[in-house]
Structures are given as C-alpha cells and as structure tokens.
C-alpha cells in the first residue's frame, strides 16, 4: 500500500534511522515518517514501537533528543516515527502552537476545515501501518507497542486502549490523560470534533480506561515539576481511574524533572526494557 521515498539516512548504534516521504490517502498530503532499524534485523523479523510525539514537533524530535535508538538496538525494536500531523500549504493551520499543524492530537477530524486532512487515527492505525508492513519487511507486525511523550501520550494510552490486541505493550511519558476535560483537549477537541462532549470521551484516556480496561500494564512516567501538569495534563487523574476500572498501572513521579526531553531521555531506558520484556517475549 503506497510507495515511500527514502529522504535522508544516519548510522546510529549499530542500526539505520532512515527518513520516509509518502503520499497519504487519509491525510490527502505527503507525509513524512523516520523509521529505526536495530542491528538485530539483519538477522531477522523484529518487534515494532510506534514513538508519538507531542505539540510543535515532528518525527525528529525523539529520533535527536531522546536516546531512543541507543535503547532500540540493545533490545532489538524497530521504532516508527510518524509525523504529529499533516502539513503543507494545501493543509488548514492556525495561528497558535497548539492547534492546526503540529497539533493532530492522533485523532479523526469530523469539522471543517480540519476534516480533509486531519485524520491522524486513521494515519497511525492503518495507513502507515500497512506501508510499513508492506515496504519494511524486517517488521514484525505481530509484536507491535506504542509509547510518546505528553499529546503523544495522549495518543500512545488511546490508541492502545482502543487497539489492545494491536499494540501489546504501552507507555507514556507526561501524558494528556484528560483532554475532554483539561485545556489543551478542549481546544483541539471543539476545533476538530465539534462541541458533542460525548463524543469527545471516544479519545480521552480517563473515559476509555473505565470503560475498557485492557490486560496491558500502562507505565507512565511524569515530572514532579512538570510546568505543563496543572492545568494541562492532570496526569493524577489516572490513578483513580485505574484502580476503579482494575487496569494495572505503574504512575511514576520523578522528583526534580520536568516536561522536557531532558527528563523522557533520562527515562527512556526503563521505557524501552518495559516494551522489550513484552515484546521481545512473544
């Protein structure tokens, strides 16, 4: 399912990150993705970790900041790096950082003018998935987990809650566990969505993990001075709603830390031994 062209490629750790451009039918753009390859795909299949990224970024962001690649080539993961919407001068936009480009929130737009392009949970889910099932042959499809940091662990705790038997395993760094109910949400939510607040709680991981809690550990880690918490993450919110739902959680506060890649880069090894114990075991 489409062609990709490769746009740019480093060494890293042993492994490949190698930057793609497509042509998106659900975004009705071209569309960029990066994609790690670990030394151990040259000996066979390997386990796929789809990293999102949060507000302003790209798929740059954790490829350069994060050390994820160190990690992914000690455990042998594929990370997938997909865009955080999509951009171009044909794609609506807005004037603020946290809205348009840059701000897709991993969702399917329903409202003009976002509605064309912004369709960011059929991006991740489907599209990218079968290009890279059908372009990337050292995939393994079967062993598939999903982590990001703050929208991007808004998307990574969704998308999982929503497609458990997809992705196995699940993190998130500084997550928007509420965005039906906090700032941040709310915004993208109305702009993309409308104002049915209902239908708002089908992408909030609050209202998803009542209703179906999966079987996965959700491991999620934030700074205790996350300058973004309160009012824009409200990330305490899941441990009530975990233990009544009787998902399992590991919530970690980690002192002295903020919402930077400063603080995900301190964590990310932890995160990717969580993902590789699960992954690398079926």
């Known amino acids: 399912m489409g062609q990709i062209s490769r746009e740019k490629a480093f060494r890293s750790f042993g492994g490949m990150l190698e930057v793609f451009d497509h042509e998106s039918h659900a975004c009705q753009c071209t569309m960029r993705f990066a994609v790690f390859t670990p030394p151990q795909a040259e000996h066979g299949a390997v386990p796929v970790l789809w990293w999102l990224s949060g507000l302003t970024c790209t798929w740059a962001n954790a490829a350069e900041k994060s050390g994820i690649q160190r990690y992914a080539a000690e455990h042998g993961l594929m990370v997938i790096f997909p865009d955080t919407s999509p951009r171009g001068d044909g794609v609506a936009n807005d004037e603020a950082y946290d809205l348009g480009q840059g701000a897709g929130f991993y969702i399917n737009a329903t409202q003009e003018p976002w509605a064309p392009h912004f369709q ?18 050292m995939a393994d499809m079967e062993r598939q987990g999903i982590s990001g940091h703050s929208m991007g662990g808004h998307g990574a705790l969704t998308l999982h809650l929503k497609h458990p038997e997809r992705y196995k395993s699940v993190s998130a760094f500084s997550p928007i566990v509420n965005p039906a109910d906090t700032p941040w949400g709310e915004k993208c939510f109305a702009a993309y969505l409308g104002d049915d607040r209902e239908a708002w709680k089908d992408h909030d991981t609050i209202s998803l993990v009542k209703r179906q809690p999966t ?5 999620i ?12 993450l409200m990330s305490s919110r899941i441990i009530d709603a975990c233990a009544d739902a009787g998902q399992s959680l590991a919530h970690n ?27 690398n075991s079926k």
């Open 221 to 232: 880690d934030v700074g205790a001075d996350d300058e973004f918490e309160d009012p824009y």
């Open 120 to 137: 960011m949970e059929e991006y991740v889910v489907n599209e990218l998935c079968s290009v890279v099932r059908d372009n990337l042959h």
């Open 215 to 219: 079987n996965a550990q959700l491991l």
């Open 253 to 279: 506060v980690r002192d002295g830390y903020d919402h930077s890649y400063y603080f995900v880069s301190s964590f990310m090894g932890t995160h990717m031994a969580h993902h590789a114990a699960i992954l």
